[in-house]
């Protein structure tokens, strides 16, 4: 998804990492994942409801689903970069960090 719209794959990934450990869904429950500081981050990247729920149905993502969650992500790396994620930068900014 990120290399179709000239998106560095290699740091989208390290975000997704970073975010919720590359996972959409808590394996054990099956529920969607959610920010332990802020329950309205949402998924693998961590999508905020109250700052991104209707832009992003707006566009056509759902960010409830895997697919959904990364395409607006994608989306807003392209459009935005990286100023989203600030919280989480000195994980993915860390080039130790091999994903």
Same mark, same amino acid.
């Given at each position: 998804a990120a290399r179709a719209i000239d998106v560095d794959d290699a740091l989208a990934r390290k975000i997704a990492f970073c975010e919720?450990?590359?996972?959409?869904?808590?394996?054990?429950?099956?529920? &969607?994942? $959610?920010?332990?500081?802020?329950?309205?981050?949402?998924?693998?990247?961590?999508? %905020?409801?109250? +700052?991104? &729920?209707? $832009?992003?149905?707006?566009?056509?993502y759902d960010i409830y689903t895997?697919?959904? %969650?990364?395409? +607006?992500a994608m989306y807003l790396l392209s459009k935005e970069g990286t100023k989203h994620w600030y919280w989480s930068k000195p994980c993915w900014s860390n080039p130790e960090l091999k994903v």
């Open positions: 919720s450990s590359l996972k959409q869904f808590d394996p054990k429950t099956g529920t &969607l994942i $959610r920010g332990v500081y802020n329950q309205r981050d949402t998924g693998l990247f961590q999508i %905020n409801e109250k +700052y991104h &729920l209707a $832009r992003s149905k707006e566009l056509g895997t697919d959904g %969650n990364i395409a +607006y």
